[in-house]
């Protein structure tokens, strides 16, 4: 029962949300650039973990904070999962991400350990500068390297995939980060979103995922309008659409739950944008 419950309190403190969308948009990228079903489970098993250990690892860091403020949705502050428990798992998944990226490259490992570096970095500290945006920028920004780098080839994503990643990369932080404003500023976390306020950043996300929209319909054809294939031009008029209701929401004064929504339909459909534009990321 004692097992049982402290892999409960781990999967409750991992943010299981996040966590399976990075790990199922990973498989979709790899499974879109043509990788081997054995390469695409062992990429998939690698981010999961870490990813695991980047939820388990900001539980542990924010413990007394969540405890401060009576996060009864968290493991930790609740009692129900402690912070050598929580300590012992994040470290233990971070090592198994690394030992099983290994073997699809070492392009793939370095670029892992970065993305896991920028993350726990943010969990341990950043996210209360100025600097809060940086390890998103980083660690999206090469998160679509992850599928090329373990193909048999391995090499960076284009540079429009760069940019297209770091786009999701902002907007995930810019507007994942509002429902706990509140919380945060009562336990001293100033990144740049609370800095901004809240209808800037919303704005601001958005913005971000139009820009990333227009990089993945014209980068992934070569940058030649001519020859993007209708289905990109239906991605971008969707991330567009969406987008541009947000920047105006945000303009207008307008936030609360609808304006999180709309940014976050935004990133998801600028995520399969990349998707579905995954055979050209090796440009």
Not at 167 to 181: E, K, R, S
């Amino acid at each position: 029962m004692a097992i049982l419950k402290v892999t409960r309190g781990l999967w409750g403190s991992s943010h299981p949300g996040p966590t399976v969308v990075v790990t199922a948009l990973t498989a979709a990228l790899a499974v879109s650039a043509g990788l081997g079903v054995e390469r695409i489970l062992l990429l998939a098993l690698a981010v999961f973990l870490g990813q695991l250990s980047v939820g388990i690892s900001n539980d542990a860091f924010d413990a007394e904070r969540d405890r401060a403020v009576g996060r009864s949705d968290k493991p930790i502050a609740r009692g129900d999962l402690s912070v050598r428990a929580a300590w012992a798992g994040a470290i233990s998944c971070l090592t198994l991400a690394l030992l099983l990226s290994a073997p699809l490259g070492l392009g793939l490992l370095g670029a892992h350990l970065v993305f896991l570096a920028a993350s726990w970095a943010y969990n341990a500290g950043l996210k209360a500068t100025v600097f809060s945006l940086a390890p998103f920028l980083l660690a999206f920004g090469l998160f679509p390297s992850f599928s090329t780098l373990a193909s048999p080839a391995s090499a960076f994503a284009a540079p429009w995939a760069w940019f297209a990643g770091a786009a999701l990369g902002a907007a995930i932080h810019l507007t994942n980060v509002l429902p706990d404003l509140d919380d945060d500023a009562r336990t001293g976390i100033t990144g740049l979103p609370h800095r901004l306020g809240a209808r800037p950043s919303a704005g601001l996300a958005a913005a971000a995922v139009l820009a990333g929209g227009v990089a993945v319909t014209a980068g992934s054809a070569g940058w030649q309008l001519d020859q993007v294939p209708v289905i990109s031009w239906v991605f971008l008029l969707l991330v567009s659409a969406v987008a541009l209701l947000a920047l105006g929401l945000a303009a207008r004064a307008r936030s609360g739950r609808v304006l999180f929504r709309l940014v976050m339909l935004a990133a998801l459909l600028l995520a399969a944008q990349l998707v579905v534009a995954g055979g050209s990321l090796a440009g």
